[in-house]
């Protein structure tokens, strides 16, 4: 059996670079500082901010979280929780309109213990599916494939928040 490589250098800055969960908290700093486009935010105001996620499960892999830095739905006023839903329900239509994906994996994880990678400020990841999107690599290598550059599905999904 010959061996396959299979070329990523986009995670590069991920593998010699710290991790950027110790670098702050991703939903407050990088819709602050820096070009938009670079840090993959695809719309911030005052209630939300709307980027993709940098190591996607998908093509299309967002994430839709508050302004305010909170870890717990409790934690926002009524008025916040309702924008905030109208921000998921937008990047919702993003997605669909974009990608025609057959399913949407809608999710938060609320905490550490349920896995909640940045556990102080809640988000939800938009994640589009369409059948047979698991292939062998994730059971077999541990490797996910996405066929998309980052920066393209960034430019795709843009246009929804001009």
Request: aromatic share 8%; hydrophobic share 45%; charged share 20%.
């Amino acid at each position: 059996m010959s061996r396959q490589v299979l070329w990523a250098p986009w995670r590069m800055t991920y593998v010699e670079g710290e991790s950027p969960r110790t670098k702050g908290c991703i939903f407050c700093d990088l819709p602050a500082h820096g070009d938009p486009r670079e840090n993959l935010v695809l719309h911030a105001d005052d209630d939300a901010v709307v980027m993709l996620n940098r190591y996607p499960y998908n093509s299309g892999h967002l994430m839709v979280a508050p302004r305010r830095h909170a870890g717990d739905p409790l934690e926002l006023a009524p008025e916040a929780w309702a924008g905030l839903m109208e921000h998921l329900r937008r990047a919702l239509a993003a997605l669909r309109e974009t990608f025609r994906p057959e399913g949407v994996n809608v999710g938060a994880n609320l905490g550490a213990a349920a896995g909640a990678g940045i556990a102080d400020h809640l988000h939800w990841h938009l994640v589009p599916r369409w059948p047979g999107d698991t292939n062998f690599m994730p059971v077999l290598a541990e490797v996910k494939v996405v066929p998309q550059h980052l920066l393209a599905t960034y430019d795709l999904l843009k246009r929804h928040y001009a």
